[in-house]
């Protein structure tokens, strides 16, 4: 069995490859890149902080009384006498919020802010 093989009369020219261009920055210029990254991250912040929006009126204090903790009282059950609905967990919440709590813990004379209800 014979193989034919054909080949073109001529060949192409092949081009030369293009020198690719090689940016390199001076160390002012990565100063300036660097400065207009920030810059810009900083006006997307601005922008999307934007999208929060107060109002210039006064909102409506939630009513409170003050209650002393005496010897036994703990917060569980200062909340329980006060929630209404049975969510002892989320009267808690609001007690601790109110008074800035890290923690359960109260001292007999301790004086809390609860929700007046």
Do not use: C, Y
């Not at 293009?18 to 900083?42: C, D, E, K, N, Q």
């Not at 007690?95 to 359960?104: K, Q, T, V």
Request: glycine residues 12%; aromatic residues 4%.
């Amino acid at each position: 069995m014979s193989t034919l093989t054909i080949e073109p009369a001529f060949r192409p020219v092949v081009a030369m490859p293009r020198r690719r261009s090689h940016v390199r920055l001076t160390r002012r210029g990565r100063v300036v890149v660097f400065v207009l990254s920030l810059a810009l991250a900083f006006a997307i912040g601005i922008m999307v902080a934007a999208g929060s929006v107060a109002t210039g009126e006064a909102g409506t204090p939630e009513p409170t009384r003050v209650v002393t903790v005496g010897t036994g009282d703990t917060l569980w059950g200062i909340a329980s006498g006060l929630a209404d609905d049975g969510d002892v967990q989320a009267m808690m919440t609001k007690i601790e919020r109110l008074n800035a709590l890290d923690s359960g813990m109260l001292s007999a004379g301790q004086k809390l802010v609860v929700p007046a209800g």
